[in-house]
């Protein structure tokens, strides 16, 4: 493993109700990357994601797109301290 990264994702667009946040999960565990997803209030999602720096930036290149039933219109990203406390990736309600 190489360097280590963490994100907080705020992914917006028509992205609650078109299986975003189980497709991040799928992703993620695709990728090895731990963290979770939920929806927020205001209609869009959260993510926080860690591990593999690469594999990070890949569940972001992802995020930009999301599955085929969303239009996401921008996605911010904030890296954090890594901290490697996160086991998994889960969705959140």
Do not use: C
């Amino acid at each position: 493993m190489g360097k280590s990264r963490r994100v907080r994702l705020e992914i917006y667009g028509r992205v609650q109700g078109v299986f975003y946040r189980a497709s991040t999960r799928e992703k993620a565990d695709e990728l090895g990357v731990n963290g979770w997803v939920r929806n927020r209030a205001d209609g869009s999602v959260e993510a926080l994601a860690e591990g593999d720096a690469d594999a990070v930036a890949g569940l972001i290149d992802w995020a930009h797109e999301g599955p085929s039933r969303a239009q996401v219109e921008r996605v911010e990203v904030t890296d954090e301290e890594f901290e490697g406390d996160l086991r998994g990736f889960k969705v959140r309600r």
